[in-house]
């Protein structure tokens, strides 16, 4: 099917009209405030389903984009999660391909974190199980299938996963779902003539929230809660209000701040959320739109004019800066403001949660990282590499003793900003570039900016609760075509009073040692069954019928790989 292409993108709200020519495999007509921003369908409980499917979504009218999302085409449901609460998810992949989930934020057992060892295959499950120890805030689910992360996440699934807890109950925040309090996640996207989605591209000049383009929403005239995910796969936003008002962040990634920050701009990484509280209490009956400034974006943010900090530097990102988003102004959303609610929440809060900062003297370790290119020093395309490494699924990068608290100093010797995220642990930020950070940065972060030519960041975390001989937890960048590239490593926590964990027990029925292995596998099940090793691209590599007790030699090139029963449990298995 062919369509006629229009180019013509709106930028600087209603004003500004540039004409693209040359744009010819992109499409994107953008018209504002034409489609109803959905509020994504929201799942409690205890006993969470989640069926991973294709399906196709109409970004634009009569065009139909083949997409991906969990209950659904695109994206997915809002997991709303209570502190301590006990959580059992049945991951279900329907799709035709091997994916995984992560709980990105979540302080989860490596087991059930669902990074790139933890992979679906295609007609099973995956049941995570865990305890909610997490603060409230706003956290996201999205696939993480090693070098395809950016695939699955472009093709349309991800979530929201809100947790609440009892100190943000007192506190006198909108609290009503879909009423005064708004998931909104920002994502950018590159269609193909065909209205397919590209997955690698800087092209990506269609704005889409929650799932579509060019959203309007009606709020009422009162304080409003807004839950921003940066949900993109490269783009740093510079966020704001077309009437450049104040807001109040009151939140980051790991959960409220201990008192309301007010700004008119916050700038919003991949990966990251912002939780911000806006006043439209004397906006009824007008539209304010929330837009991403990228012409106040520094030079080396990737969405700025120039990604990167010298002259030439922009030829080496392809169609960068035929990008009107990059360096330009753009709507995200536009916001009705109509009558305001029975009871609605009218004031901001002075304070808000106790946060208790790590001193820096009570770290065990520090851990220094650096990011550079695997080319030239000025390259802005990857591959990047931490400290001088490329990701390596059999190598575990550090050994951290359950309990350790550690100071990572991350330096950026590359010319352009790099996202980074951490799994298991939420981290206090001590410095950036050498000073305090930001009011807004002083809570907990999951995702920190480190900004390019040398810039620094150092973070204290505490690696507490969650040990795994076997199951490595990941950091790497999250600007997606980064971490597929290359920009990850991996982490175990293992717990020194604890290392017997000799024989693994899944689910009960079965059990396997040694892992790792140099070669023998002895598999117990108390049930004859089919046991299946696969790859971690989901490709089998070799199966055995055991009943009862079984050994074998595998003669496997040295690696991780899966070893499944027939009713698709599984365990990662190590190849040494
Ligand atoms: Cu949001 Cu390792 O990911
Ligand atoms: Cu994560
Ligand atoms: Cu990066």
Same mark, same amino acid.
């Given at each position: ?30 018209? /504002? ?46 997991? =709303? ?104 996640? =920002? ?44 949900? #993109? ?32 701009? %916050? ?55 035929? !990008? ?5 102004? /753009? ?7 109509? #009558? #305001? ?85 939420? /981290? %206090? ?10 009011? #807004?940065?002083?809570?907990? !972060? ?9 810039? !620094?960041?150092? /973070? ?12 490595? %937890?990941? %950091? ?12 990850? *490593? ?68 040295? *690696? ?17």
């Amino acid at each position: 099917m062919h369509f006629c292409l229009l180019n013509i993108y709106q930028l600087s709200m209603k004003k500004t009209f540039t004409t693209i020519v040359g744009l010819s495999t992109l499409l994107s007509i953008n018209t /504002f405030g034409q489609n109803v921003l959905p509020i994504p369908a929201v799942v409690e409980g205890s006993s969470i389903t989640l069926t991973l499917d294709e399906g196709v979504t109409e970004f634009y009218p009569g065009v139909e984009t083949n997409t991906m999302g969990a209950n659904g085409a695109l994206l997915g449901p809002t997991l =709303i999660l209570n502190q301590g609460d006990d959580v059992s998810i049945e991951v279900v992949n329907q799709l035709e391909d091997t994916t995984t989930i992560h709980w990105h934020g979540l302080h989860v057992a490596p087991s059930h974190d669902g990074g790139p060892h933890s992979i679906i295959l295609p007609g099973t499950s995956w049941n995570p199980q865990f305890t909610v120890l997490d603060k409230a805030g706003t956290y996201w689910y999205h696939p993480h299938l090693h070098m395809r992360t950016a695939e699955h996440v472009t093709r349309g699934i991800a979530g929201f996963i809100l947790v609440r807890d009892d100190e943000e109950a007192g506190l006198g925040l909108p609290l009503n779902y879909g009423v005064d309090e708004f998931p909104i996640a =920002i994502q950018t996207r590159a269609f193909d003539a065909d209205g397919q989605l590209v997955v690698e591209t800087n092209l990506d000049t269609a704005v889409v929230v929650n799932g579509v383009v060019d959203p309007h929403i009606d709020m009422p005239a009162q304080v409003v809660r807004l839950r921003l995910l940066n949900g #993109a796969t490269q783009r740093v936003m510079e966020l704001g209000f077309s009437d450049d008002r104040t807001f109040h962040v009151i939140g980051t990634d790991g959960g409220l701040l201990s008192a309301p920050v007010a700004l008119d701009r %916050y700038r919003l990484a991949p990966g990251q959320r912002v939780d911000v509280l806006v006043d439209l209490g004397a906006d009824e009956g007008q539209d304010v739109q929330l837009m991403c400034y990228g012409s106040e974006l520094p030079n080396a943010y990737y969405g700025a004019a120039q990604p990167g900090m010298g002259a030439g530097q922009t030829s080496s990102l392809t169609g960068y800066t035929l !990008n009107p988003l990059n360096g330009g102004d /753009f709507n995200v959303l536009e916001i009705h403001v109509v #009558a #305001a609610t029975a009871n609605p929440i009218t004031n901001i809060p002075e304070s808000l949660a106790s946060l208790t900062p790590i001193a820096e003297s009570e770290a065990d370790q520090t851990r220094n990282l650096t990011f550079s290119s695997a080319s030239s020093m000025m390259n802005l395309n990857g591959p990047f590499l931490i400290n001088g490494a490329s990701f390596d699924m059999e190598t575990i990068n550090y050994n951290i003793p359950l309990n350790h608290t550690e100071i990572w100093s991350l330096t950026n010797q590359t010319p352009i900003a790099h996202p980074f995220h951490i799994h298991d642990v939420q /981290f %206090y930020i001590l410095d950036i570039n050498g000073a305090t950070p930001p009011p #807004a940065l002083q809570g907990l !972060n999951d995702v920190v900016l480190v900004p390019g030519m040398m810039g !620094n960041v150092r /973070f204290i975390a505490q690696f507490s609760d969650h040990a795994d001989p076997n199951v490595p %937890y990941m %950091y790497h960048c999250h600007m997606l075509y980064h971490e597929d590239g290359g920009m990850m *490593g991996q982490f175990l926590v293992t717990d020194p009073n604890n290392v017997s964990e000799f024989e693994q027990s899944i689910a009960g029925h079965w059990s396997f040692f040694p892992n790792p292995t140099t070669g023998e596998l002895t598999i117990r099940t108390e049930f004859p069954d089919k046991f299946t090793v696969f790859n971690l691209q989901g490709q089998e590599v070799i199966s055995f019928l055991v009943d009862g007790t079984y050994s074998t030699e595998l003669h496997l090139e040295a *690696g991780v790989y899966m070893l499944s029963d027939s009713s698709g449990r599984s365990s990662r298995l190590v190849v040494q």
